[in-house]
């Protein structure tokens, strides 16, 4: 399985965002070095976080084997927010959706 189907899979995007920009308490990805996310995910997996909500990605980093780390840290590297794309589809509307 290649790193971009393990972000997804393992609901990476759900703390992290779609593309790695963060959200509330999880770091912002998008725009680190390789090298740094490597060593945080090595980390991780020897139990060392530096927050205590870091202490629920130490499970998702041990689940990854030698070479999963290695494809994930260069794929996270390479995330960028799409531009082009859409990223909200539902339109701001004053009356409100009756949901919230």
């Known amino acids: 399985?290649?790193?971009?189907?393990?972000?997804?899979?393992?609901?990476?995007n759900?703390?992290?965002?779609?593309?790695?920009?963060?959200?509330?308490?999880?770091?912002?990805?998008?725009?680190?070095?390789?090298?740094?996310?490597?060593?945080?995910?090595?980390?991780?997996q020897h139990g060392k976080t530096r927050s205590a909500f870091g202490s629920v990605m130490i499970s998702f980093a041990q689940a990854l084997d030698e070479n999963q780390t290695l494809q994930m840290a260069k794929y996270l590297s390479t995330l960028k927010t799409k531009e082009e794309e859409e990223r909200y589809e539902i339109p701001y509307n004053r009356a409100g959706d009756g949901g919230s």
Request: net charge neutral.
């Open 1 to 12: 399985m290649d790193a971009e189907s393990l972000y997804f899979k393992n609901a990476c």
């Open 14 to 44: 759900s703390c992290h965002g779609m593309y790695g920009e963060g959200m509330g308490s999880a770091p912002r990805l998008q725009g680190q070095k390789e090298e740094v996310l490597l060593k945080r995910l090595k980390d991780l």
